[in-house]
DNA sequence: GATGAATGAGCTTTCATTCAT
DNA sequence: TATGAATGAAAGCTCATTCAT
């Protein structure tokens, strides 16, 4: 191959690659702004400004376009989950584990559009196996890591795992589809949410709890 | 008005009332299953075995025909969890909000229809302001109270409160929208939320707990 | 119901009726002109001068108007060759099968729509089991007399019915679907062709035949 | 022109020749499959494995690759037909059309896909001219000596020759379309067609025939 | 010679809503 | 009060063809 047709793949494939993100990128906007249903490809092309059929060129289908988001923002929470599982493994288990969970909800605030396509546009399904996401494993970790160094009760990690989960997917569904609700602080509702769970899961003063 | 007009009247509305309400049911169902969107009045006829043109008797839009379950729907939440706030107002009452926020997820997965038109189904359009509803209103007398009381620390009441229900907002939507993900066991997870969220609110040496 | 509401409901359903058979006759004329594929509801809408969607008023689909044109067509060929069939049963066989005959191509070339829907247009599917008509039962039933009354030689009745059926299905299509070439006089032609493959099965006098 | 060019060229047009015929082997089989509108440019380039603009280096349009197709079954035909009128115009020549009529219906049924570009899969428009194919003038050939041999009664060689081309085209026309209806063997239908239409033309023991 | 992205027109079908009856 | 035929707009998708590379 010489460098004129190299240029020209090149050059080619770049363009593609511009295309298609720009693509993606309006796609997700207008994905969450009208839910799956009525976004429309007609309305994404008018928005891009190119043919209905240039669309096709990229993705198979509405519905292929859509899933590559949600892979897409699956892989950008777990990214961002994972650095900070990463760079801290040092660090006192629960805060730790604290500083996952503000994490995740700061990665649903900062990115909303990325959080209504993990969680929030389209549950999968009813008929097919849920596919549990790697982002759930790390929260998975951090909790075990506080259950086996004794800062945490001897509970089930599975069971506060997903408690934990529910909490924090609560409070952050919320302030990204009700902004308009008179919240008190964001800050402050997070913190109280994330430390209201956590810190009573800490080892001293554990009361029974009836199964 | 003689008798014989007044029952005419009357038959008349009993008979447009059945019909509205068969209407609101059937839709109802439709909505959840479908989606806004996807929902459409030709089905809601067809399955009724009506005319569309009836529908339109009855309600002026799809629009107007989706708020008023959505009223319905807020209503019914409301008259759960009053009934609760109404009998028991004499118990202990950090008791009184554990169960009350048991009673509200267990009212979303014993209603998940009308849970999908109170919270999950359609988000307000941000640009009008959120209209607090008064479900809200009895969660937060509840936590008020503890705090009145001193069973809890000196916490902002209306920070705990919205808190708490995004807590009980997660667990509910999840086990609602993702059913097939490998849950523990509901009742331990929703436990698990529930005193993890409470628990760490109570001022000193955290009180027994009845089931 | 009273007078009022009997003169509604008929003349709307004459109405109907009437649309019903506008659509059918337009769509007959533009499945044979364009073929199943190319045949294009708007079209036919725009042809018709209504809007696409009311043909779907009357027709589920695409395929339903076309497979209710096949019956329509069967059904007015099978009407066609019975009325014969019933007319003249006391006739010499042989006269009422060449009859039987000239009937068919008769019914092809003078309504060539039919013919298409019938024989022409598409193909049934090739998984699907072939639903024979009653219309070849007629013939069926015409070539039995003949043998069975010792016009005929002793031949076997399925193998000579679709003998016969194949000769005149050929000239009927080939005038219908050709009628560009320089054919000799429509009447001599198919004369000949009937001519041609029913006396050599009369009884008498066989010729040897070379396998 | 040096050798070396002469050999590129020649190279050149070699390889431009096998990518015709590629496409035309490929196109053949999916226009048959899927008729003519179904057909499609983007399905035939994927199928090779070649862009779909390449398909325009070698056809100028949809409708030129369909004619050509017709032509080049037309002339297989046509070769079919004119290798067995050359090699036995010695024999006897009522034996000899029975045998061209054999060969034709096989012709059709070992290549139903030449025999439905040739005259199943489109009608040339009925505007233009019929070009009458050189493949017909052979079986008139045949025809004719016949009756100028006195094999025959003395007929018009024209209405003889179209009467036995509809029976042989509706025979192969059946079996090719309706391979799903009950048909008698293949073989006993064919050789009924044939002998139905050719014994009653030899020239003794003429039965009298009704109008 | 070969590519394949891009287009504009077209397809079948469904929709919320209206309105004469 | 109730009907249901009719509409205009829009949906997802595919097509034959072009043309810069």
Redesign the interface.
């Known amino acids: 191959m010489n460098i004129v047709q190299y240029n020209e793949l090149s050059q080619r494939s770049v363009r593609q690659e511009f295309a298609r993100n720009q693509i993606l990128e309006a796609a997700r906007e207008l994905f969450v702004r009208d839910?799956?249903?009525?976004f429309s490809m007609r309305r994404l092309a008018g928005g891009i400004g190119c043919a209905v059929g240039t669309l096709y060129l990229h993705f198979d289908s509405k519905e292929e376009l859509f899933q590559t988001l949600v892979e897409q923002s699956f892989e950008r929470l777990y990214q961002y989950l994972s650095g900070l599982w990463a760079r801290h493994q040092d660090r006192d288990p629960v805060v730790l584990l604290k500083k996952g969970l503000f994490t995740y909800v700061e990665f649903g605030l900062r990115n909303p559009n990325d959080y209504h396509f993990a969680f929030l546009l389209r549950?999968?399904s009813?008929e097919?196996?849920?596919r549990?996401h790697p982002a759930f494993d790390i929260m998975r970790s951090m909790v075990r890591r506080c259950i086996e160094e004794c800062c945490f009760r001897q509970?089930?990690v599975?069971?506060?795992a997903?408690?934990?989960?529910?909490?924090?997917?609560?409070?952050t569904?919320?302030l990204i589809?009700?902004?308009?609700?008179?919240?008190?602080s964001r800050n402050?509702?997070i913190e109280?949410?994330i430390?209201?769970?956590?810190?009573?899961?800490v080892g001293h003063?554990v009361?029974?709890?009836?199964?």
């Open positions: 839910g799956y249903r009525a549950a999968t009813p097919q196996p849920y549990v509970l089930d599975e069971t506060v997903q408690a934990l989960w529910a909490a924090i997917h609560g409070v569904s919320l589809q009700r902004p308009n609700f008179p919240w008190v402050k509702l109280q949410v430390n209201n769970a956590v810190d009573s899961l003063a009361p029974e709890e009836g199964g």
